[in-house]
């Protein structure tokens, strides 16, 4: 295992190779002073039973797969049910947990790793480069892709932020969603293939309000999430270079944009972290003290009606980008 430091004027992060997991993200509150706006683990050596994904890449695939299988060119390729029923981010040792060679360049480092055929039980070798890169106020992150035979491709990075500090609750955070559509799960949060429109509802993020008053105790949609956010937004079609998602702290006066290339994020509000390892505060986490904003495909697209969206055909690329343009909210 092995940690490396970026940092320009304005950011300073601390990556390491083990999932190209990003442990510390620091930038500058309204009084100037930098914090730490991601939770983390109190040790790497508990990377191996980390089951809230810390910082970590997400793939092959992300998201949840309905009953751990699915077909492609007429075969059915059976997965790990790691999460209920269902198999959740790549599987029990997925990406997040995967060594990767590290190539360090000015403001930029870049990982590689080629994930072999039939690793926890997806088809083909797939060949990922990741690149973290630092320019100014925003951290951009980029995945390129290739295969020898077709399989299913969905990656994201599974930050969790808190921008008013550790173990904290985030439910008085202000979060924007530029997205008219969500996507409904049962009571595994397994997405049902149901999208409904947020007009009318407290999915709608879409003038920003904070993140508690989009939580329903009593919403049977909030209820199967385990009380809170845990769900895919269908972005709008908006006018190049607008950001999709805008999260803000008051306390603390940081806010983040975000823009990506991916059709949709699952914003998930941390619901389940008192179960898992300790954090950076030597003890789990409080439940909803972090959210995480992850850019995706649609959840289960490879067992939808149109999966070709998540299907990387042989000889093609797989490419997406997703920036965070860190400020002050003025």
Do not use: W
């Not at 092995?2 to 300073?12: A, D, G, M, R, S």
């Not at 510390?24 to 914090?35: C, M, W």
């Not at 409904?196 to 993020?205: A, K, Q, R």
């Amino acid at each position: 295992m092995k940690v490396f430091t970026l940092e320009n004027e304005y950011i300073c992060m601390k990556v390491t190779n083990i999932g190209c997991r990003i442990l510390e993200l620091f930038v500058p509150d309204k009084r100037g002073q930098r914090r730490d706006i991601i939770l983390g683990l109190a040790e790497l050596s508990d990377i191996p039973d980390d089951t809230a994904y810390f910082g970590a890449l997400m793939g092959r695939v992300c998201n949840r797969t309905k009953n751990a299988q699915f077909t492609l060119n007429g075969v059915t390729y059976k997965l790990a049910a790691n999460n209920g029923p269902n198999h959740l981010h790549g599987g029990i040792k997925g990406f997040d947990k995967q060594e990767f060679e590290a190539t360090m360049g000015d403001n930029c480092i870049s990982f590689h790793r080629v994930s072999p055929d039939g690793e926890e039980g997806y088809p083909g070798n797939l060949d990922l480069t990741v690149d973290y890169i630092l320019d100014g106020n925003t951290l951009t992150i980029k995945f390129l892709a290739t295969t020898d035979k077709d399989t299913p491709v969905s990656l994201t990075n599974h930050m969790y932020f808190n921008l008013a500090g550790q173990n904290r609750s985030v439910l008085d955070h202000s979060l924007l969603i530029n997205a008219g559509k969500v996507c409904c799960v049962d009571e595994n949060i397994m997405a049902t293939g149901e999208i409904t429109e947020v007009d009318g509802s407290i999915f709608d993020f879409r003038k920003g309000k904070k993140i508690g008053d989009g939580i329903d105790a009593g919403d049977l949609q909030i209820q199967n999430a385990g009380g809170g956010l845990d769900h895919h937004f269908i972005f709008d079609d908006l006018p190049a270079g607008t950001p999709q998602v805008e999260l803000m702290s008051e306390e603390s006066g940081i806010r983040v944009l975000v823009k990506t290339t991916a059709p949709g994020a699952q914003i998930y509000t941390g619901n389940y972290l008192s179960e898992g390892c300790k954090g950076k505060t030597n003890a789990p986490y409080d439940n909803q003290t972090g959210v995480a904003i992850e850019t995706q495909l649609m959840p289960n697209a490879i067992n939808s009606k149109d999966p070709e969206c998540v299907i990387l055909r042989k000889g093609a690329e797989y490419r997406a980008e997703t920036k965070y343009i860190f400020g002050i909210k003025k």
